[in-house]
């Protein structure tokens, strides 16, 4: 069966992955995927990322960050744009999320940065998800 929301798909592999405390997560590769997890990695979510291919096929592989004690830094990741419903926000009206404890990203005209980013460029576009 095909993934209509891979975003979701893939926000739902990491939350997953994070609350068995996993090393790694592997999911298809895209390029919106890859930015997203730059971004994460970027704002300290994620170790780091990768795209390997594997069986002849790219995939895209996200190596997740703990604290000590195995404690999650990614304590939630929740979808906000979704396929039969788009969100959007001008650059004035980014959400915060948590107080600016969290992040949001956003698919920009400059490309998928994250809510701070997008308010220094003076940029809006669509909310992807929150991650806190």
Do not use: H
């Amino acid at each position: 069966m095909a993934v209509t929301d891979s975003i979701g798909d893939m926000l739902t592999r990491i939350r997953n992955a994070a609350g068995i405390c996993s090393e790694s997560v592997e999911m298809p590769y895209s390029k919106m995927k890859e930015n997203i997890a730059k971004v994460l990695k970027e704002e300290g979510f994620v170790s780091k990322y990768e795209s390997p291919t594997k069986t002849g096929k790219k995939i895209l592989r996200v190596i997740l960050k703990y604290r000590p004690g195995k404690k999650q830094v990614i304590n939630s990741l929740k979808r906000v744009s979704k396929p039969g419903r788009r969100v959007y926000a001008k650059s004035v009206a980014i959400p915060r999320v948590l107080s600016g404890f969290g992040i949001a990203i956003l698919s920009t005209p400059k490309g998928i940065m994250a809510d701070s980013e997008a308010r220094a460029q003076k940029v809006g576009g669509e909310v992807l998800c929150y991650v806190w």
